[in-house]
């Protein structure tokens, strides 16, 4: 058609739309009733070069118009598309959305394998849609060979971590910067290509998770990779975990980062206690050992932070430990998960971890690392049943008990108390001398022990503040800064007294 919109429509008009889209819904496909009036708007923007022509307008209910806003109606469709997908979990990675997109048909299929082989400095991959043959290179630095091409989605997936492969993905897909992308996308070149490399006959991508997952929605089905060969797997993840960590502007997804290098270093440390070298074991001597070894590229400061997050891991990673349920995937928390790893690390982990290595000889009693891991487990799961574990996500802002608990668990409030529960667990356990105090679980707790701890979260759980009503300033106190906030608990008598069982 070649009208052109300059005016309302007339009813002519409206027909001939409704017949060629029909009386749905076009941000769904959801049938319009015939009492309902129908509404038309701009399936393209005019800034993404949409036609102000019959071609470019769609139908729409009244609700679905109104709830999109300034969006253009097709961007507004995948708006609501990425809500569906998004609404599966939030540990998702470029191979849930292929699976996603091939069960609704927009996809015929991903990471079909192919067959590499190698001839005169060039690479041939021989897939089911046929070759496809690339200029070899190779990495000045390690000698590894890559190429660059153009490859079918067909071929593609992510380096995820599964039964057969280590994975190198180093992300889970962020909503927002996958909507942002794609609308970024309908009028911007990509600027750099995705990376991967070929893992047992299958081509897996590490690098621009995000840029693949926005050109999708756009209706991109080929896409430009630099993908490896035969890449050194140990150096490959360093350099990848580097370039998303130390080197990138992005933040590293903290539940990652405490995955992939607490159980690299996890891995490592295994080994290094069953060397038989007649040498004394302890972590100390670990870390000693991996700053000898040959090829060794961590600094003192990089093996340290693998260690915290081996010891993280431990924790986070046990089944036992019924707290880790509410712990959020990505960097930020959400409605169904209030907690995260970042929080965390400096609230409970921080009060009653040791992440210091310790001297003891693995092999004795003296070496309690175990024992620590199991006390805070034990701590996060008492918090847990006498309090986090009444969450509600669908209650309502008036609920007494989901108030309460956004307050106690919020991130400042957190840091704060979790620093007062120390000081009366220590006081009520008769742990004085500082080298103690700062490892207060590195130890056996007696039942009996263990019993004294839970009354003292019992305490902490029913402090009066927390059951303010709404619009106190309460609220606004808790989003201070932490010593502000832990000062200000302690003028309303939330103290080492009150926590050992003074009234209040």
């Keep these: 058609m070649a009208l052109t919109l300059k005016r309302q429509l007339n009813d002519a008009e409206k027909a001939l739309i409704l017949k060629q889209h029909g009386r749905v819904c076009f941000a769904t496909g959801h049938p319009i009733p015939e009492g309902d009036q129908v509404q038309f708007d701009h399936i393209r923007a005019f800034s993404n070069d949409g036609a102000t022509s019959l071609d470019n307008i769609a139908p729409m209910c009244e609700t679905h118009n109104k709830m999109k806003g300034a969006l253009p109606l097709d961007d507004f469709r995948v708006s609501l598309r990425l809500k569906e997908f998004f609404s599966q979990g939030d540990a998702l990675t470029v191979r849930h959305l292929l699976d996603f997109l091939c069960k609704q048909g927009d996809v015929g299929g991903f990471g079909k394998p192919v067959v590499v082989y190698e001839q005169n400095g060039s690479v041939t991959l021989d897939t089911d849609q046929g070759k496809l043959t690339s ?6 630095t390690t000698g590894w060979k890559y190429f660059y091409a153009t490859l079918p989605i067909e071929i593609l997936n992510s380096d995820d971590e599964d039964e057969e492969k280590i994975g190198l993905q180093p992300r889970y897909l962020i909503p927002e910067t996958v909507f942002g992308l794609f609308r970024h996308f309908q009028n911007h070149p990509v600027l ?5 490399r070929v893992c047992k006959n299958r081509v897996v991508i590490f690098d621009g998770q995000h840029k693949i997952a926005a050109l999708l929605w756009t209706g991109r089905r080929m896409f430009e990779c630099k993908i490896y060969l035969d890449p050194n797997l140990r150096l490959l993840n360093e350099t990848n975990i580097s370039a998303h960590d130390i080197f990138s502007q992005k933040r590293f997804f903290a539940s990652i980062m405490v995955s992939r290098l607490g159980g690299e270093f996890g891995a490592d440390f295994e080994k290094y206690k069953k060397l038989e070298d007649g040498a004394i074991k302890s972590e100390s001597g670990f870390m000693k050992f991996l700053e000898k070894q040959t090829g060794q590229v961590l600094t003192a400061g ?4 693998r260690f915290r997050n081996f010891l993280y891991n431990s924790v986070l990673q046990n089944p036992e430990n019924k707290l880790s349920n509410y712990v959020s995937k990505g960097n930020r928390s959400t409605d169904e998960k209030p ?3 970042d929080v965390l690390t400096k609230s ?3 009060s009653f971890l040791c992440t210091q ?3 003891e000889n693995l092999a004795t009693d003296a070496y309690k690392r175990d024992k620590e891991i199991e006390n805070v487990i034990a701590l996060m799961n008492m918090i847990n049943d006498l309090g986090l574990g009444f969450w509600n996500p669908q209650a309502g802002k008036n609920d007494d008990t989901q108030r309460r608990l956004r307050r106690i668990f919020g991130s400042k409030s957190m840091m704060a108390w979790s620093e007062l529960l120390k000081e009366a667990t220590c006081a009520r356990l008769e742990i004085f001398s500082e080298e103690d105090r700062v490892r207060p679980f590195y130890r056996d707790l007696s039942v009996a022990e263990l019993e004294k701890v839970k009354a003292i979260v019992l305490k902490l759980m029913n402090f009066k503040v927390w059951k303010s009503p709404e619009g106190s300033d309460v609220d606004r106190i808790l989003s201070d800064n932490k010593s502000a906030v832990k000062e200000w608990l302690k003028k309303q008598g ?3 007294g009150y926590l050992l069982g003074a009234t209040g």
Aim: charged share 20%; glycine share 4%.
């Design 135 to 140: 200029t070899l290179h190779k990495c000045p």
């Design 192 to 196: 750099q290509p995705s990376i991967g």
């Design 302 to 305: 990089e093996r340290n932070k």
């Design 339 to 341: 907690l995260t790893i």
């Design 348 to 350: 409970l982990l921080a």
């Design 357 to 359: 290595p310790m001297e």
């Design 494 to 496: 939330l103290d080492v």
